[in-house]
């Protein structure tokens, strides 16, 4: 019953290669994002979708993909990975764009890419 | 754009003693000031947060002031535990632009 789960948690792969990333949140929420920390754990936003639309798409290269099914589910697609993209990424989730009430995090995805 | 600056980037205190953290935000529309903390190898959790119409919020061993015309929020954390030991992020928010803005975070030790 974990209300923002991502999966998977651990993900090692090789230069080049192409990875998803999957969260789902059952907490009913309309807006959803991704953030990405990196080694010296700085969150940053990547994107953000709310009720399936992109609101927000930062400067981020164009080898990663958002994809939102569904108000519930956000994932991230990340092609030809680059030894940089290393880092642990977050899915969350609040209940809505104008007014914010904090967000709910996922448990994160360790990406390493060697 | 918005920008979050936040200070010390390492506080180490002893059990008991009081910890304070403060972050500076840059847009006067910012109006929702959450803190989140990270232990190790965890998910960010909010622990507390406060609006721009109130000066200042507690929570047991936590309260967060907040100075609107300075642009100053902090986080004081009484009696520290080691389970205080944690990263902890400030970070602001605007109607207008749709997401947080976190701050650098703060990497605090709580010495038994």
């Known amino acids: 019953d974990t209300a923002v789960s991502q999966t998977p948690k651990y993900l090692v792969t090789q230069m080049g290669n192409d990875k998803s990333i999957k969260c789902e949140q059952n907490?009913?929420?309309?807006?959803m994002y991704w953030y990405k920390q990196d080694s010296k754990k700085f969150l940053k936003i990547m994107f953000s979708y709310n009720n399936k639309e992109l609101i927000i798409n930062e400067t981020v290269p164009n080898r990663f993909s958002p994809k939102s099914p569904d108000k519930a589910h956000l994932n991230l697609h990340i092609n030809s990975l680059e030894l940089g993209d290393s880092a642990v990424y977050f899915c969350?989730?609040?209940?809505?764009?104008?007014?914010?009430?904090?967000?709910?995090f996922g448990s994160g995805t360790r990406l390493t890419v060697v | 754009g918005e920008n979050v600056e936040q200070h010390p980037s390492t506080l180490s205190v002893q059990e008991g003693d009081s910890a304070v953290i403060k972050c500076t935000y840059s847009d006067s529309a910012s109006n929702y000031f959450p803190w989140y903390k990270q232990e190790l190898g965890k998910r960010p959790q909010l622990i507390i947060d406060?609006?721009?119409?109130?000066g200042e919020k507690k929570d047991q061993r936590i309260a967060v002031t907040l100075n609107k015309t300075a642009k100053h929020f902090s986080l004081h954390i009484t009696e520290t535990q080691p389970e205080d030991s944690a990263v902890y992020f400030c970070a602001s928010w605007m109607d207008s632009s749709y997401k947080l803005i976190f701050g650098s975070g703060t990497r605090l030790l709580v010495r038994p």
């Open positions: 969350a989730s609040s209940p809505g764009t104008f007014y914010n009430y904090g967000y709910t």
């Open positions: 406060i609006r721009s119409n109130v």
């Open positions: 907490l009913g929420h309309d807006t």
